[in-house]
């Protein structure tokens, strides 16, 4: 079946540039995460949602960091004036629902590069 | 915050040894330690899970223990195999619906 996707899977920015990560949860999958992870180190959360609501977003490194899921299911992480720091994979993973084992499936993630 | 550690940062085994990967957790609310297997540019994969209100559990070749009083959990591989190759992250959580706190993760690579 369908697992989590992710678009774009690699984008390149100039520093300054507004970017727009997309992430397709598994159909179904009321909890949704971001997670930020940087060259050799582990994933590090961002955000969580809970269908629409944003439930945590103390991850957020700084308010130039904005995510959305205003219907629920797909949501989009957006990075304004991309800092060259930004560059890293980001991760979206989603789990069925916040009383069900809670395995969360992970996308394959989206490698930003800053210039 | 949960604060996880894992180690070591790297290990090397031959094929058909063992290896034990260690990680601590800071928290005594988590509740939730799984195991993640993240081959080069791929996605991390959940290889195996424990709550905390089991101190063992194994899927074939692999066993995670949990000992709750100390704060520490470790993923026991046997008969490693080269495609057992990758870098292994734990993670802890302290309920269904809270983010994951990973260490910082192993590379692991296994010697034909």
């Known amino acids: 079946g369908a697992g989590v996707s992710q678009s774009p899977r690699y984008k390149v920015a100039k520093r300054g540039q507004d970017v727009a990560l997309r992430c397709d949860p598994i159909s179904g999958h009321v909890s949704l995460f971001w997670y930020q992870q940087a060259l050799g180190q582990g994933p590090e959360f961002l955000t969580y949602?809970?269908?629409?609501?944003?439930?945590?977003k103390s991850g957020l490194p700084s308010d130039r960091f904005f995510a959305e899921r205003p219907e629920g299911s797909v949501s989009t992480l957006k990075i304004q004036r991309t800092q060259q720091e930004d560059s890293a994979v980001y991760l979206c993973?989603?789990?069925?629902?916040?009383?069900?084992?809670?395995?969360?499936?992970f996308g394959p993630g989206t490698r930003l590069t800053v210039l | 915050g949960e604060n996880v550690e894992q180690h070591p940062s790297t290990l090397s085994v031959q094929e058909g040894d063992s290896a034990v990967i260690k990680c601590t957790y800071s928290?005594?609310?988590?509740?939730?330690f799984p195991w993640y297997k993240q081959e080069l540019g791929k996605r991390p994969q959940l290889i195996i899970d424990i709550r905390s209100n089991v101190g063992e559990k194994k899927d074939q070749r692999i066993a995670v223990t949990l000992n709750k009083t100390a704060k520490h959990f470790s993923l026991h591989i046997t008969e490693t195999q080269p495609e057992d190759s990758a870098v292994y992250f734990c993670?802890?959580?302290?309920?269904?619906?809270?983010?994951?706190?990973f260490g910082t993760g192993t590379r692991l690579a296994v010697r034909p």
């Open positions: 993973a989603s789990s069925l629902d916040p009383g069900s084992l809670g395995e969360q499936f």
């Open positions: 993670a802890a959580r302290k309920s269904s619906g809270d983010k994951l706190t």
């Open positions: 949602f809970q269908n629409e609501a944003q439930l945590d």
């Open positions: 928290d005594s609310a988590s509740n939730y």
